[in-house]
């Protein structure tokens, strides 16, 4: 499929008619286009071109959707597809998208300064941020000469250095999409993932397809 008529945008684009090793670069470049670029850019759209430092909350903000992808990432690196059961009491589902455990996975093998904490990660920031758009307790900063800082004292706060956490996230996404194309297991895992995640979106764009909707 010629890359210049895709917009890495599910609603928009026939993914349907991936193939394989499309799906891989597809969802390859909607990361970079919708997460990366943004992150990389994002002391320039955050200072309007001036050398200030960014806000804290546009730190927030980007610290939030970092975190959601990285989770993202995890459930693709884990193959992970919840199974459809449902307990017949509370309705939740029996095995959950085990999004702790996944998250910790793609921190400690492609963001490996951050290995230590990676739980904490997950729980302090990635789950504090969505549920309370709070760090739970610690805070971003820059300019550490290590990744972060976690104090003896546990009545002070930790510290990340946010800039080095989203280029090592930038190069730990791109070490994944190499290792999916080379290992068939993570290839396997990621195509198991990629329809059960965008099942929506699939079955749509074929709706959209046979009634002409797609060029």
Known sequence: ?????LTYLFGVDPIHLLSDSEKVDYLEKRIERLLLVPARNAREA???GKDLRPTIDSNLCLMTVLCCGIEALGHYLAGRVPKPERCPTCEHHL??????????AFVERYMP?????AKLLY???RSALAHGFAIRSGGLTEGLSV???TPKDKTLPHRIDFWRFVSELDEGVKQYFR?????PDLTRKFLQRWAHANKFWIE????????????
């Not at 499929?1 to 008529?5: A, K």
């Not at 290792?179 to 290992?183: C, G, K, L, N, Y």
């Open 147 to 149: 990744p972060f800082e």
């Open 95 to 104: 095995d959950p998208e085990k999004g702790a455990a996944d998250f910790a």
């Open 113 to 117: 300064s951050y290995a230590p904490i």
């Open 179 to 183: 290792d999916v194309r080379i290992d």
């Open 1 to 5: 499929m010629p890359e210049g008529s």
């Open 123 to 125: 729980g302090d920031y």
């Open 204 to 215: 749509n764009s074929r709706i959209r397809d046979s009634a002409g909707w797609t060029e």
């Open 46 to 48: 955050a200072t309007g």
